[in-house]
């Protein structure tokens, strides 16, 4: 693995551009090696074809699996779906920081399995900047995932914005892509359904949100953030709520952000390396 760094180095040198930071993680005994720089550099000395084939023959060279490049002021936003159930409190804020321009993403739809009245404050939203909203009910025999495929096939990645169904491993294949979840709770300890129930009654003095990719195996998936908060024996289930609430919104956009920034890449199967 020696002469990778001097290499990037070398190829971002020699067309004129100027590094501003370098991430580097090789892990203890092992023949992997994670990269991530950011630079600034002019298009016309340095076309984005002519780039690309550059850090693939430095791939090649030292038998990289892969390397990506991303422009954000050059290259499309990402596009998106969010799937969300009942609870707006994530939903609302992946919708306000999209707004706002905190998010890099375009949002292609939203699909729920909770109607929501035309009146709400989400429908005026998206009806207000032409983002379509789907209402596909849902029962234990029918999750209408044939229906969501045909929705987000065109779309990056999807957000679970609190969506609470479990998606099947044929969707997972079939839809390909990466599928960001939140998860109120600090896994791998309670997992499941009512997180905050199962803290609270357990004692626990942390509390927490996870963001993590879906797998077939229920909350077990590659965990990409994770955002605590004290509690103590004065909290009550509601605090233990509200809190929970609290780092959900925070801890879903900033997993968002981080992958949109390519700092999240797959370590060992079921690990992220986070730059």
């Not at 630079?39 to 892969?66: Q, S, T």
């Not at 969300?84 to 905190?102: K, T």
Request: proline fraction near 5%; charged fraction near 25%; aromatic fraction near 8%.
């Amino acid at each position: 693995m020696v002469g990778i760094v001097a290499k990037l180095s070398e190829c971002i040198a020699l067309r004129d551009a100027n590094i501003h930071s370098v991430d580097v993680f090789v892990p203890e005994n092992k023949r992997a090696f994670y990269s991530r720089s950011e630079f600034v550099y002019d298009p016309a000395l340095w076309p984005r074809d002519v780039m690309e084939n550059d850090f693939k023959n430095i791939g090649k060279l030292f038998k990289a699996e892969r390397s990506v490049v991303r422009v954000p002021n050059l290259d499309p936003k990402y596009k998106i779906a969010i799937l969300a159930s009942n609870q707006d409190h994530c939903l609302v804020d992946v919708l306000h920081g999209w707004q706002d321009g905190r998010l890099p993403v375009d949002i292609n739809c939203v699909i729920s399995n909770h109607n929501r009245s035309p009146n709400t404050h989400i429908i005026r939203f998206l009806e207000r900047h032409g983002i379509p909203y789907h209402f596909l009910p849902t029962t234990s025999g029918n999750k209408r995932e044939e229906e969501i495929l045909n929705l987000v096939y065109d779309t990056d990645f999807l957000v679970l914005a609190r969506y609470m169904q479990i998606l099947s491993a044929s969707f997972l294949e079939g839809y390909g892509k990466n599928i960001i979840n939140i998860h109120h709770g600090l896994l791998p300890s309670f997992k499941g359904s009512n997180p905050a129930k199962q803290a609270y009654n357990t004692g626990v003095k942390l509390i927490g949100a996870t963001t993590h990719f879906v797998t077939p195996e229920l909350d077990a998936g590659p965990i990409i953030e994770q955002m605590v908060e004290r509690v103590s024996h004065r909290d009550t289930l509601e605090s233990f709520v509200q809190k929970s609430i609290n780092l959900e919104k925070q801890c879903l956009r900033k997993a968002i952000t981080s992958y949109c920034e390519l700092r999240v890449l797959l370590h060992e199967g079921n690990k992220t390396v986070v730059f």
